[in-house]
């Protein structure tokens, strides 16, 4: 049990800014095999985002709190994930070959693909949760008398933590399916460059199954209605998979596996789909014969 605490802190200090109890120490192959504890690092930093946004709320109108949130969550993690997606599409944004686009995307200036990529995630993400926060024109009338303001900041804060929880399965499982594409002398983490274990990609399934019972739990627990939870939660499952798929695809085509870049890249494209089905879901579109 020692080791597994120090398992989670280690993943805790290697994508976020949190500091860690001096007694952990460090040894090489805990990197890898802190892959498992990926999504509850997730679910923390989707916590701190939500208890900014609960906070922030309170005060400011949904498009302020929401940038606050994610401002929040980047500053946790230092901008880890982000800056690996607007590598990626440095690098991958244009037709050129697999070597070229491996030295674009160690190039630390910032491209035209990757201003206009983190630009469009970023953005679509603010524009996701503030429809989240918003009544849409069916509910304007009972807002006041039905709090629907205050469900649908619950349900915004659920889908934070959920989607920063499920959007990091997404690099244990192309450390998993494919071999690393970059150069193993340069590599950052060296030990990231060798596919985890089954027994990894199976405790990490485990944490982000321990995230969503507590959800439900949570959500039956205080009345609200767990049926909705199940379905924003299955359709969201299905866009990261798909999503994740897709990444996999991609990536042996073009690159023949995968980078540190790549990764953070998938988190990113992956918590936007999970947040676009819970959206879809919270926000379904009503279609108007005229």
Known sequence: MLLELRLFFI????????????????????????????????????VAGAVVLATTSLVWPPLVA?????????????????????????????S???????????????????????????????AVLSSLLAPVLGEL???????????LLGWTLMALVWSHTTSRLAPV????????????????AKP??????????LGALLCWGAVSLGLVLWVDRIGWPVPTLWLAMGWATLAVALGTWWMARWLRRRLGGYTGDT????????ELLSLLAWLAVVHPVTWVRW
């Open 11 to 46: 993943a805790l200090q290697f994508f976020t800014r949190v500091p860690v109890p001096a007694w952990v120490g460090f040894q090489p192959g805990w990197l890898q095999a802190c892959a498992r504890y990926f999504p509850l690092v997730g679910a923390c930093v989707g």
């Open 66 to 94: 929401v940038l606050l949130s994610m401002a929040a969550t980047v500053w946790m993690t230092g901008g880890f994930h982000e800056d690996g997606l607007a590598d990626t599409c440095d690098g991958l944004g244009g």
């Open 96 to 126: 050129v070959s697999r070597d070229r686009a491996l030295i674009i995307m160690k190039d630390s200036r910032l491209g035209s693909y990757g201003a206009l990529g983190l630009a469009l995630v970023l953005g679509l993400k603010a």
């Open 141 to 151: 009338n009972e807002a006041e008398s039905s709090h629907v303001h205050q469900v």
């Open 173 to 188: 499982l192309l450390i998993r399916a494919l071999p690393y594409a970059g150069d193993l002398d340069q590599a950052k």
């Open 192 to 201: 990231l460059t060798t596919r985890v274990s089954w027994g990894s990609v």
């Open 263 to 270: 990764l953070g890249a998938a988190q990113q494209i992956t």
